[in-house]
T-cell receptor, first 116, second 113 residues
Framework: DTGVSQDPRHKITKRGQNVTFRCDPI?????LYWYRQTLGQGPEFLTY????????KSRLLSDRFSAERPKGSFSTLEIQRTEQGDSAMYLC??????????????FGPGTRLTVL | AQSVAQPEDQVNVAEGNPLTVKCTYS??????LFWYVQYPNRGLQFLLK??????LVKGSYGFEAEFNKSQTSFHLKKPSALVSDSALYFC???????????FGKGTMLLVSP
């Protein structure tokens, strides 16, 4: 397997612009997660998909954030009307429910967003 | 609600010495516990996990962790540290029946030559 990939790796945008990030999970992983990590903090959960269904969303995920996983494969995370507080590393992870209880999440390299 | 505490922001150890990175957790029900390592500008790499059974879990790169239910701890250990072990270490917990991880703030491990 080639691991979780994320694109772009870095994104600089101006306040008020929309941005979209892509995550490609490990092939055949049916679960996909988005996390946000700010400096000096651990990753914070944003949202979770099993196949194409979005099963859970954090209260951290404001209305400006939307995520999709249309065919149960790759996922996109869109942030509308970006704010400086959105500057962070956005991490994607995937796992397989078929491995049994406590499936391990494998993380991608992240997309670093800077909002000017 | 579930939470993780990593009481040390930084741990310093000399190469060849044993290392311990501390983690305590709070969760309802049985915990699933994980350790991840993060190198600069990289994602998180999985090291090891505890689900059930033997309290001593062995993982990648010679790391191991000891689950202590009475102390609600899951400390990461290695008998002999390497300079290349220098990185940011995260402990995470997941309650059984749930899918999302809750992470601690991380502990920076610095191994000096």
């Amino acid at each position: 397997d080639t691991g979780v990939s994320q694109d772009p790796r870095h994104k600089i945008t101006k306040r008020g612009q929309n941005v979209t990030f892509r995550c490609d999970p490990i092939s055949e992983h049916n679960r996909l997660y988005w996390y946000r990590q700010t400096l000096g903090q651990g990753p914070e959960f944003l949202t979770y998909f099993q196949n194409e269904a979005q099963l859970e969303k954090s209260r951290l995920l404001s209305d400006r954030f939307s995520a999709e996983r249309p065919k149960g494969s790759f996922s996109t995370l869109e942030i509308q009307r970006t704010e400086q507080g959105d500057s962070a590393m956005y991490l994607c992870a995937s796992s397989s429910s078929r491995t049994g209880i406590a499936d391990t999440q494998y993380f991608g390299p992240g997309t670093r967003l800077t909002v000017l | 609600a579930q939470s993780v505490a990593q009481p040390e922001d930084q741990v310093n150890v000399a190469e060849g010495n044993p290392l311990t990175v501390k983690c305590t957790y709070s969760v309802s029900g049985n915990p699933y516990l994980f350790w991840y390592v993060q190198y600069p500008n990289r994602g998180l790499q999985f090291l090891l996990k505890y689900i059930t059974g033997d309290n001593l879990v062995k993982g990648s790169y010679g790391f191991e962790a000891e689950f202590n239910k009475s102390q609600t701890s899951f400390h990461l250990k290695k008998p002999s540290a390497l300079v290349s072990d220098s990185a940011l270490y995260f402990c995470a917990v997941r309650a059984s029946g749930y899918s999302t991880l809750t992470f601690g703030k991380g502990t920076m491990l610095l191994v000096s030559p």
